[in-house]
């Protein structure tokens, strides 16, 4: 029987400290399943002192999202990690079909976490405007982020910031769900009627 060490930290005599160091050190593998573990493992586990390697990790098309996820579980939503979640949802390097919907579902996830009452209203302001420049410049599954968006801002489901996102995010529709959803959007944002939409 398999028994993972993160499931053993008495063995470590409760020293978190050093079972975070040795799940960081086990993260550096060329295995992608085994490093998402331990990268998983860290966001539970993992200190101040495991931020930079989890930081290195963010812009990774494989291990971006478990590194995000871990980095906010480690340091909530901080400026640091509002610029780390940011570089990850921004990142260039190639993203399959498969990891540009993960990163979809890693802005949803952000964007709840950003937005608890607990997060100062300068950090909120600051995430939904991140992820509404993933939205219009980046993102590929719409319907995601922006149900995630109308969830988070009471005053976004009619106003010129969404209008202008879905224009934006019409383009890069692939299938036709996500153009019919899109579509629709801006049909009825047009209709509302456009010139009265509040900013």
């Known amino acids: ?42 966001g539970e586990y993992g200190t101040n002192a495991q931020l930079p390697f989890l930081y290195s990790c963010a812009t990774n098309p494989v291990l971006g999202r478990t590194a995000v996820e871990s980095v906010l579980r480690v340091e909530g939503v901080t400026s640091n990690s509002l610029a780390v979640v940011a570089d990850y949802l921004t990142a260039t390097n190639l993203f399959t079909r498969q990891q540009a919907y993960d990163r979809a579902i890693c802005c949803a996830e952000f964007i709840r976490e950003a937005t608890a009452p607990s997060v100062p209203a300068e950090q909120k302001e600051r995430a939904l405007l991140i992820a509404r420049n993933f939205a219009a410049n980046v993102n590929t599954s719409n319907s995601v982020v922006d149900k995630a968006l109308l969830d988070a801002d009471s005053t976004y489901r009619y106003s010129v910031r969404r209008l202008s996102v879905m224009r934006a995010a019409y383009p890069r529709c692939f299938n036709e769900y996500q153009t019919n959803y899109v579509a629709n959007a801006i049909s009825e944002l047009v209709d509302y009627p456009e010139w009265e939409l509040p900013d």
């Open 1 to 42: 029987m398999k028994i993972s060490i993160w499931t053993r930290a008495s063995w470590f005599g409760g020293d978190t400290n050093r079972l975070a160091r040795l799940i960081c050190e086990l993260a550096q593998t060329n295995d992608n399943r085994a490093a998402r573990t331990m990268i998983r493992a860290l």
